[in-house]
Nanobody, 121 residues
Framework: VQLQASGGGLVQAGGSLRLSCAVS????????TGWFRQAPGKEREFVAV????????YVADSVKGRFTISRDSNRNTVLLQMNSLKPEDTAVYYC???????????????WGHGTLVTVSS
C-alpha cells in the first residue's frame, strides 16, 4: 500500500490550499483515509477522516468549518480542502489509511510522506 500526499505550499493567512492523497495497492473495502498534521515542536494532531465510500466524515474541532475532507469519484484519492487558513495551521500534513477507528486514533497501519503547509501572517 502506498500513499502519496501532495498540494502543500506557502499561502497567506486567509488563503486556501487543497491537499491530495493518492492511495494505491489497497484491496480492503473497509479502510478509511485521514489526515494528521505535525507542527514544529508539537505532537501529531488529527485533522480529518473520510470513510472508504466517502459517505462519512469527521473533522477536528480546530479546523471545523474551514477544512473539508472528501474522496474523488474513483475513491482512490482523498482531498483536504483548506480554507481561511491561519498561521497556526502551519505544519507537515500526513495522510494515513486503515480501519476507521485506527485512523481516528492515529494508529493507522499505512502512512504517506508528509507535505508541508506554511501559512504566513
Amino acid at each position: 500500500v502506498q500513499l502519496q500526499a501532495s498540494g502543500g505550499g506557502l499561502v497567506q493567512a486567509g488563503g486556501s490550499l487543497r491537499l491530495s492523497c493518492a492511495v494505491s495497492g489497497l484491496t480492503s473495502q473497509n479502510y478509511a483515509t485521514g489526515w494528521f498534521r505535525q507542527a514544529p515542536g508539537k505532537e501529531r494532531e488529527f485533522v480529518a477522516v473520510v470513510s472508504r465510500r466517502g459517505d462519512a466524515t469527521y473533522v477536528a474541532d480546530s479546523v471545523k468549518g474551514r477544512f473539508t475532507i472528501s474522496r474523488d469519484s474513483n475513491r482512490n484519492t482523498v482531498l483536504l480542502q483548506m480554507n481561511s487558513l491561519k498561521p497556526e495551521d502551519t505544519a507537515v500534513y500526513y495522510c494515513t489509511t486503515d480501519r476507521w477507528r485506527a485512523v481516528l486514533g492515529g494508529s493507522g497501519e499505512y502512512w504517506g510522506h508528509g507535505t508541508l503547509v506554511t501559512v504566513s501572517s
